[in-house]
Nanobody
Framework: QVQLVESGGGLVQAGGSLRLSCAAS????????MGWFRQVPGKEREFVAA????????NYADSVKGRFTISRDNAKNTVYLQMNSLKPEDTAVYYC????????????????????WGQGTQVTVSS
């Protein structure tokens, strides 16, 4: 069973950048799409970005398009989220997740499409 560990969160000024990493253990990382989600206390967990395995096709939430970039290094079993031009509304706990269907042709955007989750990493953007 794959396990995911996020890192790279922290406190940044508005307009700054952070790069989140999600390291996967176990061979189940191979052939699976990966996604990033975020959650604020009292709010529903929301989709941020996703990437497929084979073609690295991506999808982004409208709120982060043009600012965030998801990528993966399959040799390192790691997925990244480069976050630029951060805004206070980006403040949340960011979670890495694995798509529950291997070899999916679509970078899926629904929480229920993912079945393995990391513990999360806090991102705080100050005004």
């Amino acid at each position: 069973q794959v396990q995911l560990v996020e890192s790279g969160g922290g406190l940044v000024q508005a307009g700054g950048s952070l790069r989140l990493s999600c390291a996967a253990s176990g061979r189940s990382f191979t052939n699976y799409g990966m996604g990033w989600f975020r959650q604020v206390p009292g709010k529903e967990r929301e989709f941020v970005a996703a990437i497929t395995w084979s073609l690295a096709s991506t999808n982004y939430a409208d709120s982060v398009k043009g600012r965030f970039t998801i990528s993966r290094d399959n040799a390192k079993n790691t997925v990244y989220l480069q976050m630029n031009s951060l805004k206070p509304e980006d403040t949340a706990v960011y979670y890495c997740a694995r798509d529950k269907s291997p070899d999916s042709w679509y970078a899926r955007v629904r929480t229920y499409d993912y079945d393995v989750w990391g513990q999360g990493t806090q991102v705080t953007v100050s005004s």
